[in-house]
């Protein structure tokens, strides 16, 4: 089973203290919902967040958008293998279903998080697909109990991806990435890790790290020749 993390995602609701600034107010106003209740997005809010604390790690939620199309898309997912939680930069925990199917409309998604962040949960009553609660990364790692914990970075130390899973294809496995526009992990998120490793020279979007991850991860087990077999 494969674990997939995506930690420190730029997603969040507006902070308090932009609450009145004029840029949000505006897409409050077009949304028709308080300052409050809308996602903080750099498009709209670049002005309002030039003051923010961490404001280049913050305000993408189109990153984790992305990257979770296109990690419950994949073949892994179908089987079942796969499990896909995120951690919030405002450390709040985003469980779901595999057999969830997320809005492929930005716009959509946005309106869906901004929702669950009111509810807690989607839908209401059972069986839910998305659950959010308060939490940090170290809570998903108490949860799940994974045999092995990998953290890719291009801080890490490199190797070859394809070399990294096979060595721990047996295993219940995690891999952490980064749903954020640049900087580096958190001391604590590296601190959790068994190993931190990268696997390019260059910095990798967090959907296409997690593409190859996936990729690598099934071909690991075989499972490519697995599926055809079934045709």
């Not at 490793?197 to 296409?208: G, K």
Request: positive net charge; charged residues 25%; aromatic residues 8%.
């Amino acid at each position: 089973m494969l674990h997939l993390t995506f930690v420190e995602s730029a997603l969040e609701r507006v902070p308090p203290s932009l609450w009145s600034h004029p840029s949000v107010v505006k897409k409050a106003r077009q949304a028709g919902k308080h300052p409050g209740k809308i996602l903080l997005d750099r498009t709209y809010h670049h002005r309002a967040m030039l003051k923010l604390t961490n404001a280049p790690k913050r305000g993408r939620p189109d990153i984790l958008h992305f990257s979770l199309l296109a990690a419950f898309g994949t073949p892994l997912n179908k089987e079942g293998l796969l499990k896909t939680y995120v951690h919030t930069v405002d450390d709040h925990l985003i469980h779901f279903n595999p057999v969830v199917r997320l809005p492929k409309n930005y716009n959509r998604f946005v309106g869906l998080i901004e929702q669950l962040y009111e509810q807690g949960k989607i839908p209401v009553k059972v069986p839910t697909l998305l659950k959010l609660e308060q939490g940090g990364f170290q809570k998903i790692v108490e949860e799940v109990q994974p045999s092995y914990v990998i953290a890719f970075s291009r801080g890490g130390r490199p190797k070859l991806l394809q070399e990294v899973l096979d060595c721990h294809k047996e295993e219940n496995l995690m891999v952490v990435v980064g749903a954020f526009p640049r900087g580096h992990f958190s001391k604590w998120i590296v601190d959790l890790a068994d190993d931190v490793v990268s696997i390019d020279v260059d910095s990798l979007e967090a959907w296409i790290v997690a593409s190859r991850i996936i990729f690598s991860y099934e071909r690991a087990l075989g499972l490519p020749e697995k599926r055809l077999k079934k045709r």
